[in-house]
């Protein structure tokens, strides 16, 4: 190990929630970061965006409104983007490379859209680029998904990557609220934004999903390949319904490697209670992964948060640094080195739950069971209870697995029938 007078300068943009925990992570650690990466790690200029002014976490650190300032410094080797979003982050990213800059960043939204453009970029410039955190916060799973399991041909990868519509489930499965309360709860404790729209609708879960898929895959899967659905029609019925079959309900980020090709969604399921991922609750994330060797691995822990999140970005700037102190060239770069098509969500094929209004009278389930039968529909169990409404009743289907496209025709069949009143709600069943 070199001597630890030895200097790896480092820059960061931004000093937010995620940018604070880097600082005081870096400060705290010092010593034990110093050991263990074989070089000290400093801190040398830290970028201001207006939203960082007077921040008192910055009180002793070189500060600066000037990116080319950074850039343009010979002794930082390391540029950590923790800006966000993707204006101006991507530029920044980009310009840094071109200056012979590594980056780190936890910018999933960049990633899943300009992945490809940041790898060639970094191999152009034979630069580090590292995003262990824009995945799981600090749950280990990027290195993991590049180093660790290359030996597996993998076959599935399982998510609960949003924290948010995990609590809400948690606690409409806990309490039997409704979704507007779990919603209003989560923004009071700061678990969900005033706007919640990114975590509700799976659009932050779907970013994930991208990158994850891309891993695991070795091909490149992008934010527009990832079909989503929301957690905002999950109601207290469906929990229950849930619950009474042998099931939870969570918003799962799907990856799979098919026949027909790269599967990568985001949506509601019922999950089997004995499932490794089913006991997950709170804000808690896990990803669970199968491949051919290991059979099946499960990563668990925080998946955001100012300290979490900053542990991952650390360990990528310790890496770094430490091959930066060698002059060690063994980067990994991009890791897409096939081109597997994507296949359509018409084609994906899962089980469903249906949940349906009916008229209370004789001949409807053999009506509806035609229907289904009639779009090569077929179904597992069906469960049929009484309504509020009077002279009403309502029917839970299970299906066996079919593809979404005779779904999707079964279910202009059955609202064509007029015994039917209404689809209540129609969830996937994940299941092996």
């Known amino acids: 190990m070199k001597s630890n007078e030895e200097v790896v300068k480092v820059a960061l943009l931004g000093s937010g929630t995620v940018g604070g925990g880097v600082i005081k992570v870096l400060k705290k650690n010092a010593d034990v970061i110093s050991q263990r990466a074989g070089v000290k790690i400093e801190l040398d200029k830290v970028l201001i965006i207006q939203s960082d002014v007077g921040k008192p976490i910055l009180e002793g650190l070189n500060t600066t409104f000037s990116f080319d300032e950074i850039i343009n410094d010979p002794e930082i080797k390391i540029v950590i983007e923790l800006i966000g979003g993707i204006k101006p982050a991507k530029d920044f990213m980009i310009k840094a490379m071109e200056h012979g800059k590594n980056v780190v960043t936890a910018n999933k939204d960049v990633i899943a859209q300009f992945g490809k453009e940041l790898f060639e970029t970094a191999e152009k410039y034979n630069v580090e680029f590292a995003f262990e955190a824009s995945v799981g916060g600090g749950i280990p799973i990027i290195r993991p998904l590049k180093e660790s399991l290359i030996a597996n041909h993998l076959t599935e990868v399982l998510g609960i990557v949003n924290g948010t519509t995990n609590y809400m489930l948690t606690k409409m499965s806990e309490n039997g609220a409704d979704y507007d309360t779990v919603l209003k709860e ?247």
């Open 186 to 432: 989560a923004q009071s404790m700061g678990f969900a934004e005033a706007n919640p729209a990114a975590d509700v609708e799976g659009l932050d879960a779907a970013r994930k999903a991208a990158i994850l898929a891309s891993l695991a895959f070795n091909s490149r899967v992008t934010l527009d390949d990832v079909y989503r659905e929301g957690i905002t029609k999950i109601t207290p019925a469906d929990i229950d319904y849930a619950k009474n079959l042998g099931y939870v309900v969570k918003l799962l980020a799907v990856c799979k490697d098919s026949e027909k090709g790269i599967e990568a969604r985001v949506h509601p399921v019922f999950l089997k209670k004995d499932h490794p991922l089913a006991s997950v609750s709170g804000v808690l994330n896990a990803i669970f992964v199968r491949g051919d060797a290991i059979n099946q691995a499960m990563f668990f822990g925080p998946g955001a948060g100012s300290l979490p999140t900053a542990s991952a970005v650390v360990s990528d700037i310790m890496n770094i640094a430490r091959k930066v102190s060698n002059d060690v060239n063994l980067h990994i770069g991009c890791t897409c080195f096939n081109q597997k098509q994507i296949c359509s969500i018409e084609d994906s094929e899962t089980s469903y739950y249906i949940r349906l209004l009916v008229d209370d009278k004789p001949g409807v389930l053999g009506a509806i069971a035609t229907a289904f039968g009639n779009c090569g529909v077929s179904l597992k169990s069906v469960v049929q209870t009484n309504a509020d409404e009077i002279d009403h009743a309502e029917i839970v289907v299970i299906t066996h697995k079919v593809k979404y496209k005779n779904i999707l025709d079964a279910e202009d069949s059955l609202k064509k029938l007029s015994v039917v009143d209404e689809i209540r709600n129609m969830i996937r069943v994940e299941s092996d």
